[in-house]
């Protein structure tokens, strides 16, 4: 069965303390991996999408990084603004639909 | 260029009645896709629909909700005689014919309460 798993479940740590945040899965056959943010009370947001062992992609404080059995946001020099839900998904390469597997996400709270 | 419109926001139901719930695409945007997110658990897929067909309905439970995305207007989750398990935010998001880098374009969702 696919899955996905997110670790740790709640992360806090200080203003400029870098950490990382782990998605493992466990699918039959990866056709991308996602990752997104989410704010309380609305939609998740886009971060990023690899597709292949050892990819890695950038966008400001934030490093998406893939293997071949997980994947991991590496949080660099963070700011309270940072403070979200981050969700990985996986879409398998059984599904030719679109669907996505939501790991529960990771709830990072930064503070000043 | 508006992003994915759900409405309502928030609803309100009371055990036995139908909830609706309603979604725009983006512009450009030819596919749609219903995830709920049940309270202290993930996003969960429920329905898959392109313009007058429903694609992959593997996550919709079997009896109660049905979804349609008809030729024109927008996107609609049906959930017949409510139950308070159903309580939830559901979130619906968009894209185009193929899922390229960007991924889904979510909506803000529905949040509904079953009193």
């Known amino acids: 069965e696919d899955q996905v798993t997110q670790s740790p479940e709640a992360l806090r740590l200080q203003e400029g303390e870098s950490s990382s945040l782990n998605c493992s899965y466990t699918v039959s056959g990866l056709r991308g991996l996602f990752w997104y943010r989410q704010d309380p009370g609305k939609g998740p947001e886009f971060l990023f999408t690899?597709?292949?062992a050892g990819e890695e992609k950038e966008k400001e404080r934030l490093k998406a990084t893939l293997t071949k059995k997980e994947s991991f946001l590496h949080i660099t020099a963070p700011k309270p603004e940072d403070s979200a839900t981050y969700l990985c998904?996986?879409?398998?390469?059984?599904?030719?639909?679109?669907?996505?597997?939501f790991g529960q996400g990771t709830t990072l709270q930064v503070k000043p | 260029n508006a992003g994915v419109m759900q409405n309502p926001r928030h609803l309100v139901r009371r055990r036995g009645q139908e909830a609706r719930l309603r979604c725009s695409p983006m512009k450009g945007h030819s596919h749609v896709y219903w995830y709920r997110q049940l309270p202290e658990e993930g996003l969960k897929f429920m329905v898959y629909l392109q313009k007058e067909n429903i694609i992959d309905e593997s996550g919709m439970p079997k009896e109660r909700f049905s979804a349609e995305f008809p030729k024109e207007g927008p996107s609609i989750l049906r959930i017949q005689q409510v139950v308070r398990g159903d309580s939830a935010a559901y979130f619906c998001?968009?894209?185009?014919?193929?899922?390229?880098?960007?991924?889904?374009?979510f909506g803000s969702g529905t949040r509904l309460t079953v009193v």
């Open positions: 998904a996986v879409q398998a390469g059984s599904s030719n639909t679109g669907k996505l597997i």
């Open positions: 690899l597709y292949s």
């Open positions: 998001a968009s894209s185009p014919p193929y899922l390229d880098r960007y991924g889904y374009t």
